[in-house]
């Protein structure tokens, strides 16, 4: 028997729910002139895609499953030894040139860049909605004070509802000096058009908005941020991206119109039940 060829961005598009009325981005209204394409609609007027249907509480707390961020951790074999490693590298080149002060990790998951900052003797928070640590906790960032000598959105900023309101808050929090770090996935790269319905950091309906690097740093620029550093290569998730993309491409097992779909090479097996690379840029106040 034939099974019908899928994707997460098709299977996302027929979901009970509420097609999206309004850009997640700009909060502009959507209307005729803008681009309705299979999960998401492009904003007419910031060129930012958000995510639609609008999922519900619910559904995202079903998306974000146990599965998801499992105790034990997400990658098998050295996977973890290795994120471990990056966020320590990533911890200690921004410690080197931040100012004095603590640091907030929105997004913080497990908490691995927290504790790295900790290693390096700067004091770290970490927010998380499922936060199981002494230094993590389960409150957004718009009720967050203080002066932080940096903001870090790793990977984070796509997840938000209301992200643009995200970072206007973060730029409230820094210290003269203080750095912004963004992570996102670039809607506008040659592996997002390769691919496209298919790409690996859509991650419907995880990821909330799909930005591009000129909406973005044109917030950041609105902020009264100066950007000091654009990167468009994150090595390991580019290559993560381009792996999955590639086996997309497979011809389908023979007696079904079904591709294999896997998670991140590294991904533990239960991490692939649903499975989910992108530019970073430092900006400072």
């Not at 990790?105 to 790295?116: K, P, R, S, Y």
Request: proline share 9%; net charge positive; with cysteine.
């Amino acid at each position: 028997m034939a099974v019908e060829e899928t994707s997460n961005s098709v299977a996302w598009a027929r979901a009970p729910a509420r097609p999206a009325s309004q850009c997640a981005w700009c909060g502009r209204r959507f209307d005729d002139t803008d681009d309705r394409r299979t999960g998401r609609v492009w904003c007419a007027r910031c060129h930012v895609a958000t995510t639609s249907p609008w999922p519900t509480p619910a559904q995202l707390g079903e998306a974000y499953g146990s599965w998801y961020r499992p105790s034990g951790g997400r990658f098998a074999g050295l996977g973890d030894a290795v994120l471990r490693r990056t966020r320590g590298s990533l911890a200690g080149r921004l410690h080197r040139i931040l100012p004095p002060g603590p640091v907030l990790d929105v997004g913080a998951g497990d908490g691995t860049l927290v504790e790295a900052f900790v290693r390096h003797g700067r004091d770290a928070v970490g927010l998380e909605p499922h936060a199981s640590g002494p230094r993590l906790r389960a409150t957004e960032i718009e009720d967050m004070g203080g002066e932080w000598a940096a903001v870090v959105f790793w990977h984070s900023l796509e997840h938000l509802r209301r992200p643009a309101e995200a970072l206007s808050h973060a730029a409230s929090l820094l210290v003269p000096g203080g750095l912004l770090v963004v992570a996102v996935p670039n809607a506008a790269s040659l592996q997002a058009r390769a691919f496209g319905d298919r790409w690996f950091a859509l991650d419907l309906p995880r990821h909330l908005v799909h930005l591009s690097p000129a909406p973005l740093l044109s917030k950041i620029e609105a902020l009264g941020l100066r950007v000091e550093r654009v990167s468009y290569l994150r090595g390991g998730q580019v290559v993560f991206g381009w792996i999955h993309g590639l086996v997309g491409q497979l011809p389908p097992w023979r007696g079904t119109r079904v591709r294999p779909e896997p998670g991140p090479p590294l991904l533990r097996p239960r991490c692939r039940r649903r499975r989910g690379p992108g530019g970073t840029g430092g900006h400072r106040r």
